[in-house]
């Protein structure tokens, strides 16, 4: 069960890392707002609340199809494959150096939503495609490779723990750096935690690969 909880925790945190539209809006929020060092807490909550319903989503939609050993054996696989080609986009990025998290955030493009941070963690979630599809594919994979279901409460509840860990540990920091004055971050450093994650997702792919085939589910 740690090991669930421990692997949940470090793929979020590795795709938490990227920038992206909750970072933006995170680093937004934290800059403009009066409580702004609350407000990586507060988004970070919005956006674990649409998560757990959305992995509840999953497993009710996905019920039957857990049942036939073909579809669990190609999510495992596609959902190890896609983890691969994140982590190496990630270093391809970063080779390119398009890995800059952008401080300077123009009103201007934020004047879709600017509402409180609980609804933007949900906002800027849900409207991100990449979100969508790394739940549909790469989440989904996990959760057949951990078996984790229905039948096993506590591997949900630490499968969704661990991932809301991991984005809390980049979110809320980052928040607090952002608020009480920070305006840049280490570039070299974060390139190199960037590497690191992408590496680690690219290993981590392999490993949900390899074990979806050497040891199937048992249905």
Known sequence: ????????FLVALTGALS?????????????????????GLLIILGHAVLEFNL???????ASLLFQNLIFLIIMGIVGGGCL???????????????????????????????GNSFLGGIFYSITNPYWTFWWAVIGLGMMINFNIGFHNPLGILLFFLGHELGDFVWYVPISLFVFFGGRSLNQKIYKYVLIGSGAFMIIFGVYLTLNILIFPPII
Do not use: C, R, W
């Open 19 to 39: 920038p992206g539209p909750v970072l933006t809006f995170t680093i937004y929020k934290s800059l403009e707002s009066k409580k702004g060092y609350l407000a």
């Open 1 to 8: 069960m740690i090991e669930i909880l421990t692997i949940s």
């Open 84 to 114: 691969i080609t994140f982590g190496s986009l990630t270093i391809k990025n970063v080779i390119k150096k398009q890995y800059m998290v952008n401080f300077d955030i123009d009103n201007q493009n934020m004047k879709n939503f600017k």
């Open 55 to 61: 992995i509840i989503i999953l497993l009710l939609g």
